[in-house]
């Protein structure tokens, strides 16, 4: 992708992040959406794995990757810098497939400052968003501060924090 066209897009999204609602939905958390930048952490499954010891379903679970290269990653739907149009809109099937899902978490497990990624977060219609420490703050709900490398530890506080808002 293109310098102007990241830079262009990264704007086009601040500037909007005043239009996002967000929700003060009390229900526990049942669905899950995971984003994960492949081209930075290559432990997707897992990472997985370890949201499953947590007592989720594989069901309940929707995972979506970025790995910088075309084609497919691990068996894993993959979206790529094509799929992000210009305005900050995302364009391809699997990224509009995700996009339509009403998750009750949604974990942004990149530490990036991808356009096509931040943008993925941005339209995702998830009641209760999770991300890095590093990424600006306005895109999730709940900042964790550690290092993508040590996964263990995110996802222990990302339901930390859930079990201390009721929402497991």
Known sequence: ????????????????????????????????GLIVDQSSFLETKK?????????????????????????????FQTIKQADLKWNGELDGMIANE????????????YVQDNALLLATTFHSKASLKVGFAGIDERFNDLIIKCEPSDHAVFIQEVFKYLKILNKI
Do not use: E, P
Not at 1 to 7: G, N, Q, R, Y
Not at 9 to 17: A, E, H, P, W
């Open 1 to 32: 992708m293109s310098v102007i066209k990241d830079f262009s897009v990264k704007r086009i999204l601040i500037n909007n992040l005043h239009k996002v609602k967000r929700c003060t939905n009390a229900q526990s958390v049942k669905t899950i």
């Open 47 to 75: 990472l997985i794995d370890i949201i499953v010891k947590n007592g989720v379903s594989r069901d309940a679970l929707s995972v979506i990757v970025f790995n910088g290269k075309k084609g497919t990653s691990d068996n």
């Open 98 to 109: 995700f996009l339509k899902k009403n998750f009750d978490l949604l974990i942004s497990y």
